[in-house]
C-alpha cells in the first residue's frame, strides 16, 4: 500500500485476497513524521520538504522574537514561579508550626 495515497493519517482496515480464496484482514497506520515528535526549531525549509505540496500553501510561518525567554540569556518564568510557591508553602508551614493551635 503506497503511503503516499493515503492523505488522512490514523488506521486503516485493508482486506487482501489470499490464493485460496479467503480474505485476509491486516490493519495498517499513516502515522506522522518523526520529526513531528523533535522539539527544535522548524523552519520552513524543512516543512516543505517533509509534508505534501497540498499542505504548503495552508501554513503561514510567523517568526515573533518578542515574549518571555525572547531575550538572550533571559530564561523561563516558571522555576522562578515554582520555587516563590515552595517557599510560601514553607513558611505557612512554619508558621502553623509556631503559632497553630496548642
Do not use: C
Not at 11 to 33: C, F, K, S, T, W
Not at 62 to 78: C, L, M, T
Amino acid at each position: 500500500v503506497p503511503m503516499t495515497e493515503l492523505r488522512v493519517r490514523g488506521a486503516y482496515e485493508v482486506e487482501l485476497q489470499r490464493h485460496d480464496g479467503v480474505p485476509d484482514l491486516r490493519m495498517i497506520a499513516r502515522n506522522g513524521p518523526v520529526a513531528e515528535s523533535r522539539l527544535g526549531t522548524f523552519d520552513e525549509a524543512a516543512f516543505r520538504k517533509l509534508y505534501p505540496p497540498d499542505l504548503h500553501e495552508l501554513v503561514t510561518f510567523v517568526r515573533n522574537d518578542s515574549g518571555i525567554g525572547a531575550a538572550a540569556g533571559e530564561g523561563e518564568v516558571w522555576p522562578v514561579l515554582a520555587m516563590l510557591l515552595l517557599v510560601g508553602l514553607l513558611a505557612e508551614s512554619l508558621l502553623a508550626w509556631r503559632f497553630g493551635r496548642r
